[in-house]
């Protein structure tokens, strides 16, 4: 693991340092149009709109999650990342959702308490209507690029806003599967998990890659309930995992 750290590590130097060794050796010369073309072409690279987006989901009603997520990105430069949490919980934001119904998946006994809770899924969904919108409006970007460098005290973007707006939609499922239109429920818990899917396969960290594939395994899960009571001989298609 250590050798294989050093090796990489020296890798991107030798890399990193290249574009500065033919820039010191070509000084005198005139600059290259493709070359600045090259170089205006990589600064949009680094560009993120979907990054941005997730890193201000907390964003207040009626403000722009993406402006947010620019502010928050900039303070890391100038401010550590224990003072913007402090700014975090002085700053109007956008509630999250709390209570049983948000238990913690992985916790004992949160998965069977989905199913045996009463709850009022239009009551949850009116109520939380801001963040069900921005996680169906972060799920239609076909792009990701974290924008921040690597390093112990990197700010993330909160996956607990995105976590709770599908806990939602997965009690959207239940609910329907109460109520006898258990078709239906697994239809949206398949359309669910192409979503998800789709979003994993952008992410370029480990940290994001993990979040979704937590939640692919509670919606296959509660598909997998909802099959399980579902009327005998009734075949569902589920998505292959790659």
């Known amino acids: 693991m ?5 090796k990489n590590a020296v890798s991107w130097t030798a890399l990193f340092m290249l574009p500065i060794i033919v820039f010191v050796s070509t000084i005198d010369d005139e600059v290259n149009p493709e070359v600045v073309a090259a170089v205006h072409a990589t600064v949009s690279v680094n560009e993120s709109e979907a990054y941005l987006y997730l890193m201000g989901i907390k964003a207040p009603e009626d403000t722009d999650p993406a402006e947010l997520g620019r502010e928050i990105l900039e303070l890391t430069d100038d401010i550590p990342a224990e003072k913007i949490i402090e700014l975090d919980e002085d700053t109007d934001i956008l509630p999250k959702p709390t209570g049983p119904l948000f238990c913690n998946y992985f916790k004992e006994g949160c998965l069977n308490s989905l199913f045996t809770t009463d709850f009022d899924i239009g009551n949850i969904s009116l109520e939380h209507r801001t963040l069900i919108s921005r996680a169906e409006h972060f799920f239609r970007f076909n792009e990701f690029r974290t924008l921040t460098r690597p390093s112990p005290d990197e700010i993330i973007p909160d996956a607990g806003y995105l976590s709770s707006a599908e806990r939602i939609k997965v009690l959207g499922a239940i609910s329907n ?18 979503n998800l899917r789709q979003a994993m396969e952008l992410q370029d960290n480990l940290f994001g890659r993990l979040v979704f594939l937590a939640k692919l395994s509670e919606v296959l899960d509660v598909a997998s309930i909802i099959l399980t009571d579902s009327q005998p001989g009734t075949i569902y298609r589920i998505p292959q995992m790659t």
């Open 177 to 194: 599967h109460k109520e006898g239109r258990s078709d239906l429920a697994v239809k949206s818990l398949m359309d669910q998990m192409t």
């Open 2 to 6: 250590v050798r294989f750290y050093v």
